[in-house]
């Protein structure tokens, strides 16, 4: 057990579903970007430096309208504003690492990659750089391999929706979400009920009203602040 | 390429890019207060609670949103299978699966 987060190429394997996932969405987001005219170097380019799956999406919608510039990158920055979040949640983990190692670990971090990290995390095992940066690499190919393969060769291929590859995100989510919950549950079942709830509804409320990117965030921080207010079972 | 779509991607990349990073360049210089870090410790479980139930609505123009029928159903197995075996592969491999085979009767 001890090794399991100790190398490079063990952080490879665990990113494995995440590849899985990200197959089938950044295949779809590159025949997405493709039908908006742009070119297959575009979408390379979009993944490469933007590489926020959801984020995309959104902008291929706002390019397509011709938005102004000013509001894809202001949408863009919301949609993706829960990352500060995640970071600040793992950062002081690696406070004692050099400044270019961590922001290295921040610039490839995603919804999917911090998930599976702090699974790890949550395990109290001491868990290497090199295994985080096999998990980060791994998952930011494959969101590039697989929407230049979609801007490439989409009109190709069959639509992976079809063969249930867009499930996979969610999938994966369940899969996380129960690995999360599983401490929290044995340890105070009654809080932990209290938050999910709260967290579910806020997040129903709130995508009356905001995007569902933002409530998100909101969700998240109101379920943060019921685990501060509620008090610990007996 | 465009210059329109050449400052989409520099503005984007940017705005993506500091809050990956802020936080890690942030606990470089000084330290979160206790109560920040309590805080923080909820933040894995209620945003995947929350990037559970928001990959299953559906935001409409108006009103609340509504349940996504075919995700939901799938879910049920997916679920089912993260609890039992505590294995993503496996969660991931039966959720697309049973997506698949749902779309199959459904069309």
């Known amino acids: ?234 | 390429m465009s210059s329109y779509f050449l400052k989409i991607l520099v503005g984007c990349s940017l705005v993506t890019w500091v809050p990956r990073v802020l936080p890690f360049i942030v606990t470089k210089k000084l330290r979160f207060a206790p109560w920040l870090i309590k805080f923080l410790s909820y933040i894995p479980l209620c945003i995947l609670t929350a990037l559970v139930f928001q990959s299953m609505l559906e935001a409409q123009a108006h009103g609340f949103p509504k349940l996504k029928t075919l995700e939901a159903i799938a879910s049920v197995p997916t679920l089912a299978v993260a609890i039992k075996t505590k294995d993503l592969m496996k969660t991931v491999v039966v959720g697309v699966v049973t997506m698949a085979i749902l779309r199959l009767i459904m069309a």
């Not at chain 1, 401490?183 to 079942?189: E, I, V």
């Open chain 1, 1 to 234: 057990m001890a090794a399991e987060y100790q190398t490079f190429k063990a952080g490879v394997k665990a990113c494995l579903p995440t590849v899985f996932g990200y197959l089938g969405i950044g295949f779809a987001a590159g025949v997405i970007g493709k039908s908006i005219g742009l070119s297959v170097l575009e979408i390379f380019l979009m993944s490469t430096f933007i590489y926020a799956g959801g984020a995309q999406f959104i902008i291929c919608g706002l390019i397509a309208i011709h938005s102004p510039i000013s509001a894809i990158i202001f949408t863009t920055f919301l949609v993706n504003l829960r990352h500060l979040l995640m970071s600040m949640s793992v950062a002081t983990y690696f406070e004692k690492h050099s400044l270019l190692l961590s922001i290295g670990i921040g610039t490839l971090l995603t919804d999917e990659a911090y998930g599976v990290l702090v699974n790890a995390l949550q395990r109290k095992q001491k868990v290497k750089v090199a295994w985080t940066y096999g998990l980060n690499v791994t998952a930011y190919l494959a969101w590039i391999t697989a929407t230049v393969i979609g801007g490439g060769l989409g009109a190709f291929l069959p639509q992976p929706q079809r063969l249930g590859l867009d499930f996979a995100l969610l999938a994966m989510f369940i899969g996380l979400f129960v690995l999360q919950a599983e401490l929290p549950f044995k340890k105070q079942l009654k809080k932990t009920s209290w938050i999910i709830l709260v967290v579910c509804l806020t997040l129903y409320v709130g995508m009356r009203v905001l995007t569902p990117e933002v409530s998100v965030m909101v969700a998240t921080l109101v379920g943060c602040s019921v685990g501060m207010v509620v008090p610990d079972d007996e």
